[in-house]
């Protein structure tokens, strides 16, 4: 559970430092509103724009759809994650690889350029957020932050079911 709050904080951090304006919900793999950037919810991410498998580190490994996001911009650019099944990889490649992230645009984290690519992401200990290339040689790292409003609000919401 805690890799699945962790993904979804920095999506939603990743989402917010992106340039959005008007933003509105619309199916991936359609064209997006003219002029208009969509937030992708994991309902709207299909085969279509992000792979069912992805490869990396000499395998592959199954996406969770369910736990996928992304935007899809005014010029038809996407930037789209979601977590997969590392259960086949060694421990220390599980330990840094929780997420497969494809973007068409260059994103900025932390004040680090991330060019266009594919890139395995993921939560360390230490509090650390790292982006890696598919031979899982580190790319980037950043400072990750704990989002403690939201998991309150997660946690209420999952003492009422």
């Known amino acids: ?32 509103p003219e002029g208009k950037e969509v937030v992708l919810k994991a309902a709207d991410i299909t085969p279509k724009v992000f792979p069912e498998r992805v490869f990396f580190r000499g395998q592959s490994a199954p996406v969770q759809f369910r736990n996928s996001g992304g935007v899809h911009f005014a010029d038809d650019l996407y930037v789209l994650a979601g977590m997969v099944d590392s ?61 403690a409003e939201n998991e309150a609000t997660r946690a209420a919401a999952s003492a009422c079911l």
């Open 1 to 32: 559970m805690t890799r699945f709050t962790r993904f979804f904080v920095f999506l939603a951090l990743l989402l917010l430092s992106l340039p959005l304006r008007h933003l509105h919900t619309a199916s991936a793999g359609s064209p997006s």
């Open 87 to 147: 259960s086949g990889y060694s421990t220390g490649i599980k330990e840094k690889y929780q997420a497969y992230l494809l973007n068409e645009v260059t994103l900025e984290i932390a004040g680090q350029p991330l060019k266009p690519g594919a890139y395995g992401i993921g939560f360390v200990t230490g509090g650390k957020f790292v982006v890696m290339d598919l031979g899982a040689n580190d790319v980037l790292q950043a400072t990750s932050q704990h989002d």
